[in-house]
């Protein structure tokens, strides 16, 4: 029996382009594995089998009749995905994130399982990286797993699978005969189908605008945004097909103190600091920043939405204007505060502990939920994407390694110049900033912007 990709799967692969890939990344960083790299490499290659969709490709119907289907991939080299590499000395942080901004401008390729997973060792404090690429159609729910997920344990002994009976063996590609016949015998059983499908896809912009509308007491500014466009903003002119990663870090106890300074919640505060970051950006680009200047957010936030729900089972999209006209950091995030407050009210969004209770490492298979929500809105809605997801706060290991830190590329919409993930993990959040290289070439400066703005609200805070 095929199985057949979604019709909002299907346009993931349909509708990307080579200046907009839509892999989610991911970059980890590990104290060196007593195996090396080989010992990462059997580690994915013992758990493959806990992932069956990542032997499988995507095949399409002759004519695009139906939608596509997944097969397995009768070539599959673990080999092909898994490759190590390292850099060249000194093995800086600025070389990793230019090879990771290479990896993730270069699309996966649509005739092969959708991930890739590089090791490189070679930097200079003596830890490993693993990057990870993964297509969000191999991620359309929390019941899937992103690839990262199979590299972590809880402890550094790893539990691995027991060995299969039999080594897997690839089932024989349907024929381009076989996938029109099971699409025209579906299409008469089920003549409702085609219906179907194109309401599912339509889901995600309709259920986004009811919630933005529906949350109108205490989220006016996002209610708007469902009528007017964003505003004119640098970050919504990419043209280029390269990406310059950066990454920034904060210290999960400094923002715990400004939010017991100050109300809020962590996520409030995360905003906050961004907000106070893009503001410092604009002005040091020469660019206008008045009062009633703002830069509106898609912010994907797991809700849950009924009682039957499991917590964090669906992921809704928000859009919030964040103040950057606004000089003062407490008025930030204060006006924050109470937006975001509106959007919990709203969609009953999930807390941090009953995220981090869901599937152990669940961040990476977050971040590409709010990739998915993303690619469903139009771009003249918002000018970029911020995802914050919580993780565990206890250490994980990969092959015996501990992580240290762990950094999600989030994947930017076409026209979109900047996209922000954020992940809290062991007492630390780690932002990731993908931006477009030709639109936002100085992301390095706005990495160290965020810095400069969480230093300064944790010492108003005291």
């Known amino acids: 029996m095929l199985e057949r990709l979604t019709t909002i799967d299907a346009s993931f692969v349909y509708l990307e382009e080579p200046d907009a890939p839509m892999h989610v990344g991911g970059v980890l960083l590990l104290e060196p594995p007593a195996g090396g790299l080989d010992a990462l490499a059997a580690l994915v290659q013992a758990r493959l089998p806990l992932v069956p969709r990542y032997r499988q490709r995507v095949v399409e119907v002759p004519g695009r009749l139906a939608d596509p289907v997944w097969a397995d991939d009768p070539e599959f080299d673990v080999a092909y995905h898994v490759r190590q ?89 349907p024929t381009g005969a076989e996938l029109l016949r099971t699409a025209v015998t579906e299409y008469v059983q089920r003549p409702s189908a085609a219906v179907e499908g194109l309401a599912a896809a339509a889901t995600d912009v309709r259920a986004t605008l009811a919630r933005v509308g529906g949350a109108a007491s205490g989220f006016v500014r996002a209610a708007r945004s469902a009528v007017f466009p964003a505003p004119q903003s640098p970050l919504n002119h990419a043209r280029g097909r390269q990406r310059r990663v950066a990454f920034a870090r904060a210290d999960l106890e400094d923002l715990k103190a400004v939010r017991r300074a100050h109300g809020g919640t962590i996520n409030d505060v995360l905003l906050t600091v961004l907000t106070g970051a893009l503001r410092d950006w ?106 914050n997801v919580p993780g565990p706060q206890v250490p994980l290991f990969a092959a015996g390694a501990r992580m240290h830190e762990v950094f999600p590329v989030v994947p930017l919409v076409r026209g979109q110049g900047l996209s922000i993930g954020m992940t809290s993990y062991d007492g630390r959040v780690c932002v990731c900033l993908n931006a477009d290289r030709d639109t936002v070439g100085d992301v390095d400066l706005l990495a160290d912007l965020i810095e400069q703005e969480m230093a300064e609200l944790v010492e108003a805070s005291r």
């Open 85 to 173: 590499s390292a850099l060249p000395r000194p093995g800086t942080e600025a070389q990793l994130l230019s090879l990771v901004s290479r990896l993730t401008a270069r699309r996966l390729d649509p005739r092969r399982p959708l991930w890739e997973l590089y090791l490189v060792e070679g930097l200079a404090d003596g830890r490993v990286a693993v990057i990870t690429k993964t297509h969000p159609a191999l991620v359309d729910g929390l019941g899937a797993v992103d690839i990262a997920q199979v590299l972590l344990d809880p402890s550094p002994t790893p539990e691995l699978p027991a060995p299969d009976a039999e080594p897997w063996r690839p089932r024989r590609l």
């Open 282 to 387: 604009l002005l040091s680009r020469g660019i206008a920043v008045v009062a009633s200047t703002s830069v509106r957010a898609l912010v994907p936030v797991s809700v849950q939405s009924d009682e039957q729900e499991a917590p964090g089972s669906r992921v809704a999209s928000y859009l919030v204007d964040l103040p950057v006209g606004e000089p003062n950091p407490r008025v930030r995030l204060a006006r924050l505060s109470y937006a975001m407050r509106g959007v919990a009210r709203s969609g009953r969004s999930v807390g941090a502990d009953a995220l981090i209770a869901l599937t152990g490492f669940a961040p990476p298979t977050l971040h590409a939920l709010g990739a998915r929500a993303a690619r469903g809105l139009s771009r003249r809605m918002f000018n970029l994407v911020i995802t």
